[in-house]
């Protein structure tokens, strides 16, 4: 799925989430959702829907610059660690104004 550069922030984005939700038995996502500037509560509510698709075994995920800062990296990093049959994973976290310590709690 890539809804990348349409910077509708953090509403529009919830939207699609919510409908990615509900498709807890997908096992591969790609997922290209940069420059929306969705903030924490983008990355969230991006950490809820990884929690909801547990099936995951290969994940892209470029979220660069949406603005998380250093605790949405964390947040999402929970997500990205709760997927137990998660075997190949690519991330871009570019641009989102973390500080450093969240990039590397993320890592």
Known sequence: M????K????????HIVNGLSK??????LTFRCGVNRVGANGAEI????????PNLTF???NFYENYVGDDGLIEI???????E????????????????????RAL
């Open 7 to 14: 910077n509708f922030g953090y509403l529009g984005f919830k």
């Open 77 to 83: 990093s929970k997500g990205i660690v709760s997927l």
């Open 23 to 28: 498709l807890g038995q997908l096992k591969e």
């Open 2 to 5: 890539g809804v990348a550069s």
């Open 46 to 53: 991006t950490r809820d829907l990884l929690f909801k698709l």
């Open 85 to 104: 049959h998660l075997n190949r994973l690519s991330v871009n976290f570019g641009f989102n104004d973390a500080k450093g310590f969240g990039l590397i």
């Open 59 to 61: 994940l892209s995920l």
